[in-house]
Each structure stands twice: as structure tokens, then as C-alpha cells.
């Protein structure tokens, strides 16, 4: 599956986003999807993970109560809304495809495509 991710921007600390995700490929509904995000000189992080049918979810203790994700499988669409964003969220988030829940959260991501930026200022 290919996917492409957009809707970030700059925004303040507070404010909100909503990220998309558009993927490509007839098997889409078969997927776990996720984001993850990376700020400059620091790891990979798992921020959110949503099953194939949309039923269950989950999300880094850092970022719960404030994101939620979902998905269109009819659309082939992933989406992010970011809400009560702070400074340290700021970095370029990834939407990406896994088999499994528990894959997605280990970082056992099959594939992703470009990211897309989200800088929140102070």
C-alpha cells in the first residue's frame, strides 16, 4: 500500500490539526494503519494505531486524550486530529501500514510514505 500524508502546518500551542492520509492499493482494508512521528535528533515515536475495521484504537500515553485517529476504508483514508497541541509535538508525522496492532506500536510499520510537518509554537 502507498500512502501520502498531508495537512500539517504551524500552529499554536493550544491550537488543533487534522492530518490525512491518502493510500493507494485494493488491499487497504487489510492493513493496520498508524502514525508515527520524528522531530529532528530524536527517535521514531509511535503516536497512533487503528485496527482494520476501525473498531479499536490506541495511542502513546504522550499524546492520549488529545489525538484521535480513524479511517474511511470506503475512501482509503487515515486521519489524525490533533487537538490541545504543545511545542513538543512539533516534528514530521508518518502515516503508515502494519499487520498487527501490536506490530504498529513496536514500530513493525511495512511501509509509510512522506510526511508531512506539524510545528507548534509557543
Known amino acids: 500500500v502507498q500512502l501520502q500524508a498531508s495537512g500539517g502546518g504551524l500552529v499554536q500551542a493550544g491550537g488543533s490539526l487534522r492530518l490525512s492520509c491518502a493510500a493507494s492499493?485494493?488491499?487497504?482494508?487489510?492493513?493496520?494503519m498508524g502514525w508515527f512521528r520524528q522531530a529532528p535528533g530524536k527517535e521514531r515515536e509511535f503516536v497512533a494505531a487503528?485496527?482494520?475495521?476501525?473498531?479499536?484504537?490506541h495511542y502513546a500515553d504522550s499524546v492520549e486524550g488529545r489525538f484521535t485517529i480513524s479511517r474511511d476504508n470506503a475512501k482509503k483514508m487515515v486521519y489524525l486530529q490533533l487537538n490541545s497541541l504543545k511545542p513538543e509535538d512539533t516534528a514530521v508525522y508518518y502515516c503508515?501500514?502494519?499487520?498487527?496492532?501490536?506490530?504498529?506500536?513496536?514500530?513493525?510499520?511495512?511501509?509509510w510514505g512522506q510526511g508531512t510537518q506539524v510545528t507548534v509554537s509557543s
Open positions: 492499493g485494493r488491499t487497504f482494508s487489510n492493513y493496520v
Open positions: 503508515a501500514a502494519a499487520l498487527t496492532l501490536k506490530a504498529s506500536i513496536e514500530g513493525g510499520f511495512l511501509s
Open positions: 487503528i485496527s482494520w475495521g476501525g473498531g479499536t484504537t
